[in-house]
């Protein structure tokens, strides 16, 4: 048994685990009922475990996304923005958001607002654009663009001075990029000047990252061609935290009209000196490491497969080659991705989880299904698994990015999916979909068999190039974004999303 990973018993037979937590009917696969209610009985377990040893209160000491309060109020923001109905405790997850960012902002301000501060897991950027959300859905507008203003003068001070000099995700500007897109795709009923301010201070920021990153790209101490490269202590990392992968994967969801000059071709450039230095899966932390050993989403493969996930769903030339990469860097996550660490994003295995999921998204292979679901049944023995010492417990244990939040992301993003496609379906299925490789864009056909049916059954949406402009509410109506609503298309319609 290894140091850093339990070992995965499944790893040469997860077809075994298809009947366990998959129904199949005529092509369409669900996750069977007895799962997902394991699953929703474990989030409220965990909520009660969080909401009860972490309380939103000023005597605790960490307001941070990553670690601390505002990780918690994150996950209930995610709770909502998924499930609109979700009760905890007879309270609405927008009420609890709201409990633990109160106390988020009230200790940051207790302690004084930061004139630079960069990154959204990391600093008290995350968690103002978080409180910003949060008022726009409880319509506070005043408290909510108190907080993009904050946001927008920190940002100005750190980038002009400047103050803000990484770049990476977790204290850098990378991570401001996230926090503005962060707003920019879920402010409630955002305004377009409060969209194009974002869009303009992003590409910015996003010239200000390519420039650095250009400058150090021929500081590598042997010959390898690095179109891009940044440094986060001296170190240039390629992972997901404070690297090459975490870097490029923001500037992918910026939305392109808001690009950079030739963002494709860096990003691309840049994609193939991370893929070139992917070995059988695995990536050393930084292009000085020697050893290759993390697997994890802050350093290693599952942070590498988010990105070549999301640039595979952009490209249509590379498409194949990058699906391939990302399949070797999963392989090597379903074989060492229980980690001791526990159950968190960055370094656990929830983490570790998404790096399936987002294959399966991607491919509709249902093998990466059942190895997320795999995931998060070892996740749900977490407290078990601990007290017998073959989990560690970290440092935050009910956080989002070492702990039990990250769990419950994770089991929320599950039952979501399976409420929103009503089942999944497949690549080799005739039913309901079809996708145009030229263009890149599914068809979604929404109950193709139905002449009269007033039924939607659509069953499996997807949306690429400007996504970020469309969205799909939870009343089976596909809606285009907040600046068209009220064009809905219904039922027994077949619908291209460029054509709406
Ligand atoms: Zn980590």
């Known amino acids: ?113 930061k004139k630079n501060a960069g990154g959204f897991l990391g600093t008290q950027t995350g968690c103002l654009s978080l409180a910003s959300v949060i008022y726009s859905y409880t319509l506070e507008h005043e408290r909510a663009f108190e907080y993009v203003n904050l946001i927008f003068d920190s940002v100005n001070r750190g980038i002009v001075k400047p103050n803000i000099t990484s770049e990476e995700l977790l204290y850098g500007k990378a991570g401001i990029i996230y926090s503005l897109l962060f707003i920019y795709r879920n402010f409630f009923n955002i305004s377009q000047h409060l969209k194009a301010n974002i869009g303009f201070l992003t590409k910015n920021i996003a010239e200000s990252i390519i420039k650095e990153g250009k400058k150090h790209s021929t500081t590598l101490p042997d010959s390898s061609f690095a179109p891009s490269l940044w440094f986060w202590h001296g170190k240039a990392y390629l992972g997901a935290a404070h690297g090459v992968a975490g870097i490029l994967a923001v500037l992918l969801q910026i939305p392109k009209r808001y690009w950079p000059d030739n963002l494709s071709e860096f990003i691309l450039e840049s994609l193939n000196f991370l893929s070139s230095q992917i070995k059988g899966g695995k990536l050393k932390a930084t292009t000085q490491s020697s050893n290759d050993d993390l697997v994890q989403f802050c350093h290693g493969p599952s942070g590498i497969t988010h990105l070549l996930t999301l640039a595979a769903s952009k490209s249509s030339n590379d498409r194949e080659s990058i699906v391939e990469v990302a399949k070797t860097c999963v392989d090597t996550v379903w074989q060492k991705g229980i980690l001791k660490k526990g159950v968190g994003l960055c370094h656990g295995i929830s983490g570790n989880a998404y790096a399936c999921l987002d294959l399966f998204k991607l491919t509709r292979e249902k093998q990466y299904l059942v190895q997320t679901l795999y995931f998060s049944e070892r996740c749900m023995s977490w407290k078990q698994e601990t007290l017998n010492g073959k989990l560690r417990l970290p440092d935050a244990p009910y956080s989002l990015m070492e702990g039990l939040c990250g769990a419950v992301c994770l089991w929320n993003d599950l039952l979501w999916l399976e409420k929103r496609y009503h089942g999944f379906l497949f690549k080799d299925s005739s039913k309901a979909f079809s996708f145009d490789s030229s263009s890149r864009r599914y068809w979604l056909i929404l109950n193709p068999d139905a002449t009269e049916s007033p039924v939607v059954e659509y069953t499996a949406v997807e949306y690429t190039g400007e996504e970020d402009e469309y969205g799909v509410d939870e009343y089976n109506e596909i809606i285009l974004c907040r600046e068209h609503t009220g064009v809905k298309v219904r039922s027994g319609t077949s619908v291209k999303t460029d054509s709406l």
């Open 1 to 113: 048994m290894s140091k850093r990973y339990l070992q995965n018993p499944f790893y040469k037979t997860s077809e075994e685990l298809l009947l366990k937590y998959l129904d199949e009917e005529d092509g369409v696969c669900k996750i069977k009922q007895s799962s997902q209610k394991e699953i929703l009985y474990s989030l409220n377990e965990a909520l009660k475990e969080i909401t009860s040893n972490v309380k939103p209160s000023l005597g605790a000491d960490d307001y941070s996304v990553y670690s601390g309060l505002a990780g918690i109020s994150y996950t209930f923001l995610k709770i909502f923005l998924n499930d609109r109905a979700f009760r905890f405790q007879n309270q609405s997850a927008l009420t609890w958001a709201l409990k633990y960012i109160e106390a988020s902002t009230d200790m940051i301000k207790a302690n004084g607002i």
